[in-house]
């Protein structure tokens, strides 16, 4: 008897809210995104195939803004690169009446990472366009997209890709080589030194760049040659420039943060969380480990694995990176940098590869989301003791 009269009850409780709803109706519902624009059918093939450069990227993002002006913002950062192209950021939110909560994301600051760029744009087109994206991911967050942080590496291992390929320290050393091969890794940016005396010693790592205990994982500053040179001082790079005056800017607009980079190492891909540049747990680990643990189980890997989910520097302590300069310096409490497997310098023309990287990214990312929605109770209601999402 009991049981029916709360069935009974909570039958009437649904029944009035609808009726209220239809009766008054948000004021700004015309301009949030519980209205559907338009809708596409979700289906395993990406719609982004080519590995996105800077021009794809930039026509991509003023698509979006053409036809949905009213969600879209296109942010160009400054200052430009050191061959002059403009870092994009795109602002999705589906009601710009009201502060929801941000998620930051930040793609190919490796420039290995290729199909980061491909993710990026290809989570923003299902988040504008397909219905099954729309609710809860749309409308219950603001999003704030970087998709190719790193546009002059990018464009430069681009150009590269079809070269033979030679061991990094020999294609430094061999002038004649050098010209008719690329090196087997390349994890820099394109900046110059015109004082340089070696013309294959240029660029700088920037997720080395970031001025929060900027070298302390060093005795002494790394060679101009090195892949993980950090610059001559901290934001000496026009993309770590550009990144921190947008992060900062948007302040604590930002409840969680993710760096898409990727794994070289086949059967070794992460989630991992600050710190990197010290063995020291954040205060609120415990916090970051479950959320991690939960989006491993739900993104659980095509062979079966699981993401390996700690803490950064458990592996190698890197002082400089994004992800530490997001936690310790702007703030934002939930930050992370995904890992999934990518291989260096895929075939430009298979597809396979980017697709699956693609998947596996997308799947990761949204099921943070959905740990830290988790570990929040937002969006659940109690059933007789049981919490349901919806």
């Known amino acids: 008897m009991l049981l029916q009269i709360k069935i009974y009850l909570i039958a009437v409780s649904y029944f009035l809210g609808a009726l209220f709803m239809v009766l008054f109706p948000p004021r700004n519902y015309d301009l949030s995104g519980a209205k559907l624009r338009m809708t596409r059918s979700t289906g395993d093939k990406i719609r982004f195939k080519p590995y996105a450069n800077q021009k794809m990227v930039m026509t991509t993002v003023e698509q979006f803004r053409r036809h949905d002006p009213d969600v879209v913002n296109v942010v160009h950062l400054t200052p430009v690169t050191f061959e002059n192209r403009t870092i994009l950021a795109l602002e999705l939110r589906s009601d710009k009446q009201t502060r929801k909560p941000g998620i930051l994301i930040i793609g190919a600051l490796n420039p290995m990472a290729w199909g980061a760029p491909n993710v990026i744009l290809e989570l923003s087109e299902k988040l504008l366009y397909d219905a099954s994206f729309q609710t809860p991911f749309f409308n219950d967050y603001d999003w704030y997209l970087i998709p190719l942080a790193n546009p002059d590496g990018v464009e430069f ?65 790394p060679h101009r040659c090195c892949q993980y040179y950090p610059g001559a001082k901290p934001f000496s790079t026009a993309e770590a420039k550009a990144i921190r005056q947008y992060v900062d800017k948007l302040g604590d607009v930002i409840n969680l943060a993710i760096h898409l980079h990727a794994s070289f190492s086949p059967k070794k891909e992460y989630i991992l969380y600050p710190w990197r540049y010290s063995l020291r747990s954040p205060s609120n680990f415990r916090t970051l480990q479950d959320i991690g643990e939960y989006a491993a189980r739900q993104a659980r890997l095509p062979d079966g694995r699981l993401y390996e989910v700690h803490q950064g520097s458990n592996d190698e302590r890197i002082a400089g990176t994004l992800s530490d300069y997001v936690s310790g310096v702007v703030g934002i409490d939930l930050v992370y940098l995904i890992k999934p497997y990518h291989e260096m310098f895929p075939n430009f023309t298979d597809n396979k590869h980017l697709n699956l990287y693609v998947k596996k990214s997308l799947t990761t990312i949204l099921s943070v989301v959905r740990g830290w929605r988790s570990s929040t109770k937002q969006n659940t209601l109690s059933f007789f003791g049981r919490d349901v999402e919806f």
């Open 157 to 221: 291992t681009h150009k590269i890709r079809s070269q033979p390929p030679l061991d990094y320290e020999d294609w430094v050393r061999n002038d004649t080589m050098r010209v008719h091969t690329r090196p087997s890794q390349w994890h820099k940016n394109v900046d110059k030194d015109a004082k340089e005396k070696n013309p294959a010693c240029f660029g700088t790592n920037i997720n080395r760049n970031f001025a929060y205990h900027w070298q302390d994982d060093v005795h002494r500053t």
